[in-house]
């Protein structure tokens, strides 16, 4: 909307308001006006520059006359800038949520997994020798001295079982070895 034959309505950068603006002869400014202007590596883009100076403050600020289908792809982009942004910030804001969240699953499932091994000694408790896959020496002698559950051995001594027939250091290492495996251990150790 013009308000005069040489002023418009224009948005002026330094009232950070819409203002009466009047045309500047291109001397005053000191670049060329209404000269078609391009970047260089994309002639395609070309506008005209104006010079205008606000009535307000009267201060001078360029304007810029552009293709209107130009025009039409810079809003459309600036728009998508606009969501891309709008969906980083939200991506990241769920992202941190995520992590922590991730943080406190790794804390409890940690419990669980505790939890877990007590229970699987528990099991173990109550397997019989021989489900324990110890030698053939170590399964028969503790049998022979009326051991039969993982539960019966972890209430011996080692010093108790060295005592049993066809039992010595070796084999009292071996049970040793396989109840530390599966997380019990003898009376004593």
């Known amino acids: 909307m013009q ?28 670049r060329p006006s209404r000269q078609p202007c391009y970047r260089k590596g994309h002639q395609e883009l070309q506008w005209l520059r104006h010079e205008r100076r606000c009535q307000t403050c009267n201060r001078a600020f360029f304007t810029a006359e552009l293709d209107e289908d130009f025009l039409r792809e810079l809003v459309v982009l600036h728009m998508a800038l606009a969501r891309i942004k709008y969906h980083a910030e939200d991506f990241t804001k769920e992202w941190n949520a995520g992590s922590a969240a991730l943080v406190r699953l790794t804390r409890s499932l940690k419990v669980v997994r505790a939890l877990a091994i007590y229970q699987d000694t528990d099991d173990f408790k109550d397997r ?7 030698s053939v020496r170590a399964t028969n002698s503790l049998q022979a001295a009326g051991i039969m559950t993982a539960s019966e051995l972890c209430n011996h001594t080692g010093y108790e079982l060295l005592g049993l027939r066809n039992f010595g250091d070796s084999t009292l290492h071996e049970v040793r070895q396989r ?3 599966i997380g019990l251990r003898l009376r004593g150790d």
């Open 128 to 134: 019989a020798i021989s489900d324990l896959e110890m």
């Open 3 to 30: 308000t005069s034959q040489d002023g418009a309505r224009l948005y002026c950068p330094h009232c950070e308001q819409v203002r009466d603006c009047e045309a500047m002869p291109a001397t005053e400014v000191g």
């Open 179 to 181: 109840l530390a495996e």
